[in-house]
């Protein structure tokens, strides 16, 4: 199909609260540089290129990280827009569609759907799947692109595979047999041992009717919202209604509010590198360490420092005697030390935080 009629849809509103203290209320994670010399941001937008124009890039995300992005990235500003409030996936997708809609006739046009936190270098091979994805889109399938996993984990989401499919393309696809939740320990290791299951990315792929159609169905409220969206936009009072719109959306992830309900979903395998970069710990997974086991992105002299990870702003000198298996982050204003199994409950610090008024400047 030709890439005038595909569009790609970050979602770029998260504030990356397990990355405290490096990521902060006006610095979310997708704008820190923690792998590379690019934001997490910008790397999402460079590798769609060239399967996907600039002019068909679409951002969305948290309404005091529009500026910053324009200036970060090579796409209209138009495209780049602020959620005034956050309402989880599902109206983010609704918001993402009636932007789509908006800049095409075609029913048929493809929305790729992208959380801005991966991390995935091989980005031909992600571009042969994401096309692929497409022109299944376009014939009315929903999409969703299923990571084979490498252990059993309990922070990700499954989806079951079932028979696959006889599709002429470079992409291994699969009948959908259903979404599951993040399991346990005991159904994680179930899941890996059946070897019919895929991580969830988190990655999509319909066409806009397509969508519009989930939306009146199992979404009305959404897929009303969506119209209005798109009249706004037509009337230009797109920035003076959406704030009103939004608050009226259910906040609902868009697998409750669409994923396990549809039955034309079909399941890509991922045959790219990915990384879902979701605390500290995925440092290890995307830096080389050190012969002791250390990660460091720091200015760092340690004696028997062992099997940590350790993140700091030059020229501050880190120095560590005796420790293993920590994460130490440390930036100007602020110092995190923890166990690299307690690396999910940063963001109960950042909960700890807003709830004290003599610390939000730590926010």
């Known amino acids: 199909m030709p890439n005038s009629a595909i569009f790609a849809v970050i979602m770029a509103g998260g504030k990356g609260e397990r990355f405290w203290p490096q990521s902060r209320a006006a610095r979310p994670k997708q704008l820190l540089r923690l792998i590379g010399d690019l934001t997490l941001i910008e790397q999402t937008v460079a590798r769609l290129t060239p399967l996907v124009p600039p002019s068909n890039i679409i951002v969305v995300t948290n309404e005091d990280y529009v500026s910053p992005m324009r200036e970060l990235l090579d796409i209209p500003n138009e495209n780049i827009v602020g959620e005034p409030i956050g309402r989880d996936t599902a109206p983010c997708v609704a918001l993402a569609a009636a932007l789509v809609a ?6 048929n046009a493809v929305m790729l759907v992208l959380p801005a936190d991966h991390v995935i270098k091989d980005k031909e091979a992600l571009n042969v799947v994401l096309s692929d994805c ?7 399938k929903i999409v969703t692109i299923g990571v084979n996993p490498t252990f059993p984990s309990t922070g990700y ?6 028979a696959p499919l ?4 470079a992409t291994t696809f699969y009948e959908s047999a259903g979404f599951r939740e993040k399991p346990d320990s005991e159904t994680a290791r179930a899941f890996i041992e059946a070897a019919c299951y895929k991580w969830n990315s988190g990655m999509f792929a319909w066409s806009v009717s ?5 939306f009146e169905k199992y979404a009305p409220n959404l ?18 209604d959406l704030k009103p719109l939004y608050a009226s959306f259910e906040k609902i992830s868009v697998d409750y509010a669409i994923m396990e309900k549809v039955d034309n979903v079909v399941v890509a395998e991922c045959a790219f590198d990915w990384d879902d970069v979701g605390s500290w710990t995925a440092l290890r997974n995307q830096l080389v360490a050190d012969s002791d086991g250390n990660v460091v992105k720091a200015n760092h002299i340690g004696v028997n420092t062992k099997n940590s990870i350790i993140v700091g702003e030059s020229p501050h000198l880190i120095a560590t005697i005796d420790i293993d298996d920590l994460i130490i982050v440390h930036t100007d204003d602020a110092t995190l030390v923890c166990r690299s199994k307690s690396a999910q409950r940063v963001k109960e610090i950042v909960h700890k935080l807003a709830d004290d008024d003599s610390l939000k400047e730590y926010l």
Do not use: H, Q, R
């Not at 908006?102 to 029913?107: C, I, L």
């Not at 397509?210 to 989930?214: K, R, V």
């Open 102 to 107: 908006s800049k095409t006739d075609d029913p």
């Open 134 to 140: 497409a022109k299944l889109a376009a014939s009315g």
């Open 157 to 162: 989401g499954y989806i079951k595979c079932g």
């Open 166 to 169: 006889s599709v002429d393309c």
């Open 210 to 214: 397509t969508i519009f159609n989930a």
């Open 223 to 240: 897929e009303n919202g969506a119209k209005a969206i798109i009249k706004s936009i037509e009337k230009n009072t797109f920035e003076d």
